[in-house]
């Protein structure tokens, strides 16, 4: 039990990092996935083979392997980043993917009658995207978009084998130096992440049936 | 073909996006050219950074039947066990005791909050286990808790007339959920449940950090075994098979989402439900 009280601070930094790598691959990744998703729902072919290439490629790929490229194999053709940043990167690349899919599947889950009434009382592009179909888009997209952050919150503990200490590299570090505390010590680090993704995953239930019946 | 965001094109759109793709064509390709004379530059494509791959057949067994090998083992035991656990969860989850359905709620909930690679950890280094049992441990833990999230949500999405009339025709509760609710939930969940098995292969991939020697270690010692200078064709020859190997897979949850469940009443479930859950 001494071995994780008095190393609170170790773990006040691994959970920092945790924290940081998680929102700020969380607001890449939401930028480029918004941005792919765009791509893939736009009426212009090679923008949605590209989306559709990107995805296909990066979701049927190990986050493992992509920590892998920006570690080992980048280096070796100039690309050479700080390790947390490699591990920012490869978050941001890998959950975009997921993203991506997510807000396609909420603007497909509009009714087309929506829009299609939206343009017959003369709205413009603009107008019909901003008043109609994005605000119905963005209900059925924040649940799976909250389940997505958890999954990064979790994902983000691969970092730990690519010299990022982050919350899963302290606990190794720890019981490295008290084997006897292993469990203890393992648990102290379950429960910073069960405090991220428990309240999260409630949230995005609820948020879940509130937008079921709004409909 | 109309859909949400614009109607079909008339002639003037029509060009308008055939311009279009034309430049943003233009400008991926020239982004790859211009990535392939980099690498080309610094000799990624010579000879000498490919030949362990067809000089002798020794790189191809020690990736595909080692490598990938013991990558398809851990995932094989794994998916097995996690998908007779999990609809053993399932069934205990959704039981009308409170005392079976309340610790089940509890263990889905905890198991579903904690990352995979810390799962793995607790078997290797809290039970002492070998590094085979700690991978195939964790990741059962982990994919029996979704795969019985997945099966409950097959199970609600049934019509409430399947479990009436089972219990109608005088089931019990126990036999309605066996017999009758959680084979249809199967067969309607049959996309989500595969694609869970591509997440879990994915997730093989954590032996790499906690050292069981699947197909991306593998690809580590090659590189240590070679040398540095075939890092790059290594990692593209195991992308490719990795993403060989999930794509067909993925491409399998898709055909079977499309042909939909005819055994199961009421047709496959609304996609919108399933995105974000197999990250």
């Given at each position: 039990m001494d071995s994780v009280i008095d190393n609170l601070d170790l773990y006040w930094d691994g959970f920092q990092?945790?924290?940081?790598?998680?929102?700020?691959?969380?607001a890449f990744a939401l930028v480029l996935g918004t941005f792919l998703g765009a791509c893939r729902v736009s009426p212009i072919p090679t923008l949605r083979g590209f989306g559709t290439v990107y995805v296909e490629l990066l979701r049927n790929t190990p986050l493992t392997l992509v920590f892998f490229f920006f570690v080992f194999v980048a280096p070796q053709v100039d690309l050479k980043f700080p390790f947390f940043t490699s591990a920012l990167v490869a978050l941001s690349?890998?959950?975009a993917a997921f993203v991506c899919e997510a807000v396609r599947s909420g603007v497909n889950s509009v009714g087309v009658g929506q829009a299609e009434a939206a343009r017959a009382i003369g709205l413009t592009f603009t107008q019909s995207m901003a008043q109609i179909v994005l605000p119905q888009a963005f209900r059925t997209v924040v649940p799976p978009l909250i389940n997505i952050f958890i999954a990064l919150t979790k994902n983000s503990s691969i970092a730990a084998g690519f010299f990022t200490t982050e919350l899963v590299a302290v606990s190794i570090r720890l019981t490295n130096r008290f084997p006897s505390d292993t469990i203890v010590i393992l648990l102290g680090i379950a429960a910073c992440y069960l405090a991220i993704t428990v309240p999260a995953g409630i949230l995005a239930t609820r948020l879940?049936?509130?937008?079921?019946?709004a409909r | 073909m109309s859909v949400v965001l614009f109607d079909t094109p008339g002639p003037r759109a029509r060009r308008r996006v055939a311009i279009w793709s034309v430049v943003a064509g233009v400008l991926i390709a020239a982004v790859l050219v211009l990535a392939a004379i980099r690498l080309n530059q610094r000799g990624i494509f010579d000879s000498n950074r490919w030949d362990i791959f067809y000089e002798d057949?020794?790189?191809w067994?020690?990736?595909?039947r080692r490598g990938l090998g013991a990558t398809l083992r851990a995932a094989g035991v794994a998916a097995a066990i996690s998908l007779v656990a999990g609809a053993v969860v399932a069934v205990a989850r959704m039981s009308h005791l409170p005392w079976v359905r309340m610790p089940a709620a509890a263990l889905i909930e905890l198991f579903r909050g904690l990352p995979v690679l810390l799962l793995i950890l607790f078997i290797a280094l809290g039970l002492d286990a070998s590094i085979f049992t700690a991978v195939v441990g964790g990741l059962v833990l982990y994919n029996s808790a979704v795969i019985a999230e997945i099966l409950r949500a097959g199970i609600q999405s049934l019509p409430g007339g399947q479990r009436e009339a089972a219990l109608a025709v005088g089931l019990t509760q126990g036999q309605t959920l066996r017999m009758i609710l959680l084979p249809q939930a199967v067969r309607r969940m049959l996309p989500s449940l595969v694609s869970q098995v591509v997440v879990l292969l994915k997730d093989t991939s954590l032996g790499f950090i906690?050292?069981?020697a699947e197909l991306l270690r593998t690809s580590r010692e090659l590189r240590d075994f070679f040398g540095s200078r075939y890092i790059f064709s290594i990692f593209i020859v195991t992308a490719v098979i990795y993403i060989g190997v999930n794509y067909s897979l993925s491409r399998f949850a898709t055909y079977l989402e499309r042909r939909g469940s005819p055994k199961a009443a009421g047709g496959p479930p609304p996609l919108v439900v399933q995105e974000g859950r197999n990250v």
């Open positions: 990092t945790t924290l940081q790598l998680t929102l700020v691959s969380a690349l890998y959950t879940e049936r509130k937008v079921a019946f | 057949t020794e790189t067994e020690a990736l595909i906690v050292g069981y």
